[in-house]
């Protein structure tokens, strides 16, 4: 999950000085939105990590204009990724939901935002189609607190930010095993549903998209699990 726009730091900081490992932590790559390069508010926030830079589904259609452009960039990004992946012994730090998680209305706790299936898929697939082996695992992050996001999904920059002191934490999920991800039961209900469907084309967009789902959701649930146990609904 992702918190705040000082989520590199956090990680190098938690991983480098209470957990020993300065190496991973210095040579982690993060993969960050566009307002990394763009906001003059977050820039400082990135500076010293590594960065691939991706933008947003939630921002790549502001600018009509630049919609094009941005696509570009998107694919040159994921490229860079499988290069990497092809090339082994990269740690790749991304966030699937697209977005930094909020505090909820209703409830007052800062929930996990959900991770996109797109996103998901796309790492997978990326990773696949490296041929190396790759290892998977999610991370739970509670930094909310040290730079809260606004309430609202906003396109333009210079909203009001508040920057805090607090306890950042962390948890590691143990590897994600992709052909045992999923419950038996949840991918037999698919099949069953997807059985029902009468147009072959229409089934199988079905079939897939709903195991994508159901994939990125189940993941969702680990990392809340882990999330859960360093306190990071009550921050």
């Known amino acids: 999950n992702h918190q705040s726009e000082g989520d590199p730091h956090a990680v190098d900081i938690l991983i480098s000085k209470l957990a020993g490992y300065s190496a991973l932590a210095e040579n982690m790559i993060f993969m960050a939105g566009d307002r990394v390069r763009e906001d003059a508010l977050v820039v400082p926030f990135s500076l010293g990590r590594n960065l691939l830079t991706v933008y947003s589904k939630k921002h790549i259609n502001d600018e009509p204009e630049r919609r094009e452009e941005k696509q570009l960039h998107n694919r040159r990004t994921i490229?860079?990724?499988?290069?990497?992946?092809?090339?082994?012994?990269?740690?790749?730090?991304?966030?699937?939901?697209?977005?930094?998680?909020?505090?909820?209305?209703?409830?007052?706790?800062?929930?996990?935002?959900?991770?996109?299936?797109?996103?998901?898929?796309?790492?997978?697939?990326?990773?696949?189609?490296?041929?190396?082996?790759?290892?998977?695992?999610?991370?739970?992050?509670?930094?909310?607190?040290?730079?809260?996001?606004?309430?609202?999904?906003?396109?333009?920059?210079?909203?009001?930010?508040?920057?805090?002191?607090?306890?950042?934490?962390?948890?590691?999920?143990?590897?994600?095993?992709?052909?045992?991800?999923?419950?038996?039961?949840?991918l037999e209900k698919i099949e069953t549903e997807a059985a029902a469907i009468a147009d072959p084309t229409a089934m199988r967009s079905y079939l897939k998209n709903a195991q994508r789902a159901a994939r990125a959701n189940r993941i969702t649930e680990i990392v809340s699990t882990e999330y859960a146990g360093i306190g990071g609904y009550e921050q």
């Open 79 to 186: 490229k860079a990724t499988e290069s990497l992946f092809k090339t082994g012994g990269t740690c790749v730090w991304f966030a699937p939901s697209g977005g930094r998680d909020r505090r909820s209305a209703s409830s007052g706790r800062v929930e996990i935002a959900p991770f996109d299936a797109d996103a998901v898929e796309t790492m997978r697939f990326t990773a696949l189609k490296s041929g190396t082996p790759t290892h998977f695992y999610g991370m739970a992050l509670a930094t909310y607190a040290l730079l809260p996001p606004p309430e609202t999904v906003d396109k333009s920059f210079g909203e009001r930010r508040i920057v805090k002191h607090t306890p950042l934490a962390l948890a590691v999920t143990p590897e994600i095993n992709w052909e045992t991800l999923v419950p038996q039961d949840c």
